[in-house]
């Protein structure tokens, strides 16, 4: 059984950081794409990073500079470390994994992130 459980979420001040947290289980975790995605209020959802299984990241450009991808295989786990948050940054933050020989893909059920003082 695959698991995709993220944590870290919570309440900041706008300026603050937190750092969120995908643990994957039931998988190989180091053949999968990991991305973190995330839905504010009213929005569609978006991708927010994505790093591959060696260790590529890409970003979305309102988040470069702000955020960080990062993986650890050895606990089959990704993270993205949020600095400089903004109040429009509120949103569910959702990880996915995705294995691009099978095509088959993952979601976690996302942790709230919201920014506001």
């Known amino acids: 059984q695959v698991q995709v459980v993220e944590s870290g979420g919570g309440l900041v001040q706008p300026g603050g950081s937190l750092r969120l947290s995908c643990e994957v289980s039931?998988?190989?975790?180091?053949?999968?794409?990991m991305r973190w995605h995330r839905q504010g209020p009213g929005k569609e959802r978006e991708l927010v990073a994505a790093?591959?299984?060696?260790?590529?990241?890409t970003y979305a450009d309102s988040m470069k500079g702000r955020f960080t991808i990062s993986r650890d295989n050895a606990k089959n786990t990704v993270y993205l470390q949020m600095n400089s948050l903004k109040p429009e940054d509120t949103a569910v933050y959702y990880c996915?994994?995705?294995?691009?020989?099978?095509?088959?893909?993952?979601w976690g059920q996302g942790t709230q992130v919201t920014v506001s003082s």
């Open positions: 790093i591959s299984s060696g260790g590529r990241s």
């Open positions: 996915s994994a995705y294995n691009t020989l099978s095509g088959r893909g993952y």
């Open positions: 039931g998988v190989t975790f180091s053949n999968y794409v």
